[in-house]
DNA sequence: CGCCTAGAGTCTACAACGTAGAGCTTTTGC
DNA sequence: GCAAAAGCTCTACGTTGTAGACTCTAGGCG
């Protein structure tokens, strides 16, 4: 199989033919269709047959721009990431990984359908045969760290309980913003007066609260108390953070 | 559709029939053999008709225990957690959370392929209607953090702060995890080699302290960092904390 | 003792899915 | 202008989830 960049060899100009109706597909093309699909309609809306027909073309088409089903949702959750722009010119490393953090939860709710994916995807692939899209943050972020000072282990470590609990707040904040927001309140309600009083006194009682949830203010508190952890407790000379 | 409790009002007994190879099936049943499926070979290979397979029952009669396939693996994921025993003796607040979060841990490792179940899940279902397994763990803490004088609004900010990272740091160490831990070293550098230097130096460089990996130290630690954090930010009286 | 009504379990059938393989058509390189 | 390659379509197969009708078994009641 061959590496998915794009052959720069030949000059490739995409030529579009005569016919109107119908360009030529890209990888881009079918990627860019099968997000739109699945930000539309859900996950289970991404069937071959259905982007295909989406997109003008023969099903079997498509597999000339991903090798199976499963690719497929890789090149979207890849696609998706690669909406992540991290631009190191922050020099505060603390500040940087908060509005990382912000990022990638407008990220996520601007698609959370992929969420699914994001979290779920690297699972079934090692960590070192992942599209390179998906491994770039955490290159990035190790630079970040690195250049802020810490040691190359301690940054790996710094990286997975940021990535961990973001992951975890972002999942956290997706099920509370389901569909709709207006629905929500009252669904919310109903579904909690379903659940024995004897059983879930907290949970009950909780229902007005549960029902507006700041989900922004949320994380940022979270990654305050997890950097200010963090840059206590690890070994280092303490000239750059801002205390 | 009737709660999915079991009815106990006439005294049903199981009443083995005469045949030795079939017993009456349950709900009960029908779930064990759907996880017991699962960890062996992966979510993909929970089908209806391999279940029915696996019980020698005609696929169809499934149906009699799950309306459908999603049903059923919101069964087996309600399942799993009901492994998460919460007992609320210790009066530590933070030694409590620090065991739990072991002990879910220790689930995720158990059972693996269903943890894309237990993040995932949830997002598809409105917290109200939730099978109740699966809100019994949340109702308990919160029950918990209230009990060590927390406020409830306090106590569900903290159980979010908490389960979040908890997932996050589940997700990341079973990426580490994968298959097989001989060959992941060997699988690992084969895949960071493939990186362009160029551009992933700093992943590349890691790849050996990548190769060995202690979740369980690293999960400690974070809830450590976490629970510092949140003690010391949080309005309370600072009785029961041991500091 | 025998019927009779539920419910449990089965059988058959169907639409939709992923995808292999062969064939057609357009584009590209020389 | 032509051969080769690449893009695209058609047909076909095996598998999936599940609806609907059927059969079988268990137990209540005369």
Redesign the pocket.
């Known amino acids: 199989m061959s590496p998915e960049a794009n052959p720069a060899p ?1 000059a490739a ?1 995409p ?1 579009p ?2 016919v109107p109706g ?1 360009k ?2 890209s990888r881009e093309i079918v990627l860019c269709a099968a997000l739109a699909l699945v930000d539309a309609e859900g996950l289970d809306a991404l ?4 982007l295909g027909q989406e997109l003008g ?5 498509l ?2 721009y991903a090798e ?3 690719a497929l949702l890789d090149g979207v959750s890849e696609l998706v990431l690669n909406e992540l722009a991290i631009i190191p010119d922050d020099p505060d490393w603390q500040a940087q990984l908060r509005r990382i953090a912000h990022d990638l939860r407008h990220l996520a709710l601007r698609h959370p359908n992929v969420v699914p994916l994001l979290v779920t995807r690297p699972l079934s692939t090692p960590l070192g045969l992942r599209p390179l899209g998906t491994l770039r943050p955490l290159e990035q972020i190790l630079s970040l760290l690195i250049d802020a000072g810490f040691g190359p282990e301690d940054a790996l470590h710094i990286y997975r309980a940021y990535y961990g609990y973001l992951y975890g707040h972002i999942l956290n904040e997706l099920q509370e913003f389901i569909v709709d927001p207006d629905e929500n309140e009252a669904l919310l309600r109903l579904g909690l007066h379903r659940l024995p009083p004897k059983e879930f006194p907290r949970l009950r009682a909780l229902a007005p609260v549960l029902a507006d949830y700041d989900g922004m203010a949320e994380l940022d508190e979270g990654i305050t108390i997890l950097l200010s952890g963090l840059a206590a407790r690890l070994p280092h000379p303490g000239a750059q953070t801002k205390p």
Do not use: I, S, V
């Not at 069937?47 to 259905?50: H, L, N, S």
């Open positions: 030949p100009a030529a033919p005569a119908k030529r597909l069937t071959m047959r259905r073309r023969d099903p079997m088409g597999y000339r199976n089903r499963a």
